[in-house]
């Protein structure tokens, strides 16, 4: 059975709530690398780490927060917004927000492994390791979704 055409406000609601449901699951991410994040610099083995490692701690926490803030800014637009006629600009602008959300996390994610590789295989294996999640994350997130959006079914 065909199930009869959702108005506007009903699409824009189900838009509304399908891209909340999605920026759960990446804050979920985000919060988890965030906090590894926070604690590296507490450790007897970061004191001793070198400039590298802690250059690339810093860049790498920034990006996390960076994309933690334009992951969770939907819900808090959302709540301050709520029943005053924005949502499609809400569901507009989240929608940008998230994919910048999720670029900063990619890098995020892929600086995390740099420095984890660096400290445990060394500089070239560490970058060869970040490298090739960089390039996971970049064809899984981003350009295979995109592919298939442009290519004919």
Same mark, same amino acid.
């Given at each position: 059975?065909?199930?009869?055409?959702?108005?506007?406000?009903?699409?824009?609601?189900?838009?509304?709530?399908?891209?909340?449901?999605?920026?759960?699951?990446?804050?979920?991410?985000?919060?988890?690398?965030?906090?590894?994040?926070?604690?590296?610099?507490?450790?007897?083995?970061?004191?001793?780490?070198? =400039?590298?490692?802690?250059?690339?701690?810093?860049? !790498?926490? %920034?990006?996390? @927060?960076?994309?933690?803030?334009? *992951?969770? #800014?939907?819900?808090?637009?959302?709540?301050?917004?709520?029943? =005053?006629?924005?949502?499609?600009?809400?569901?507009? !602008?989240? %929608?940008?927000? @998230?994919?910048?959300?999720?670029? *900063?996390? #990619?890098?995020?994610?892929?600086?995390?492994i740099l420095m984890v590789g660096y400290v445990v295989f060394g500089a070239l294996l560490g970058?060869?390791?970040? @490298?090739?999640?960089?390039?996971?994350?970049?064809?899984?997130?981003?350009?295979?979704?995109?592919?298939?959006?442009?290519?004919?079914?």
């Amino acid at each position: 059975m065909i199930a009869p055409e959702e108005t506007e406000p009903e699409r824009l609601a189900r838009n509304l709530a399908e891209l909340l449901q999605e920026l759960r699951v990446a804050q979920n991410g985000v919060q988890v690398l965030f906090g590894f994040l926070l604690t590296l610099a507490f450790t007897d083995r970061y004191a001793n780490a070198g =400039h590298l490692v802690h250059v690339t701690h810093v860049v !790498t926490t %920034s990006l996390a @927060a960076g994309s933690a803030a334009f *992951l969770i #800014a939907p819900a808090a637009w959302h709540r301050i917004l709520f029943r =005053h006629g924005h949502r499609e600009q809400i569901i507009r !602008t989240a %929608s940008v927000s @998230a994919l910048v959300g999720l670029i *900063l996390l #990619a890098a995020a994610m892929t600086g995390t492994i740099l420095m984890v590789g660096y400290v445990v295989f060394g500089a070239l294996l560490g970058a060869l390791l970040a @490298a090739g999640f960089g390039l996971l994350f970049l064809m899984l997130w981003f350009i295979l979704p995109l592919w298939m959006r442009i290519s004919p079914r």
